[in-house]
């Protein structure tokens, strides 16, 4: 069974940090493009971060200079270190294939809450 499974979230206070972990079963990381993405209350699914393989990264404006993605791929393992985490920053945060998901990819997420 191809599945991806994201830990790490939690409820941490602003100016806090959080790291993600996405470990993958079944699927192969090492020649894929993969991200995390969050959707927050109300709001649409967005990417906030992409590596590729080869470690080279891309990060929305909003987490850029904050948060930091890296991979293992011989673990199937990708993580989200989120520093100065603020109240924006709360969401159910997902991994999967970017830039484009795969729909049967999107796990349950981890829930990221900020909050004083």
């Known amino acids: 069974q191809v599945q991806l499974v994201e830990s790490g979230g939690g409820l941490v206070q602003p100016g806090e940090f959080l790291r993600l972990s996405c470990v993958g079963s079944g699927i192969m990381f090492r020649s894929l493009i993969m991200g995390w993405y969050r959707q927050a209350p109300g709001k649409q699914r967005e990417l906030v971060a992409s590596?590729?393989?080869?470690?080279?990264?891309n990060y929305a404006d909003s987490v850029k200079g904050r948060f930091t993605i890296s991979r293992d791929d011989a673990e199937n393992t990708v993580w989200l270190r989120m520093n100065n985490l603020g109240p924006d920053d709360t969401a159910v945060y997902y991994c999967?294939?970017?830039?484009?998901?795969?729909?049967?990819?999107w796990g349950q997420g981890t829930q990221v809450t900020v909050s004083s």
């Open positions: 999967n294939t970017a830039p484009d998901p795969v729909i049967n990819l």
């Open positions: 590596i590729k393989p080869g470690g080279i990264s």
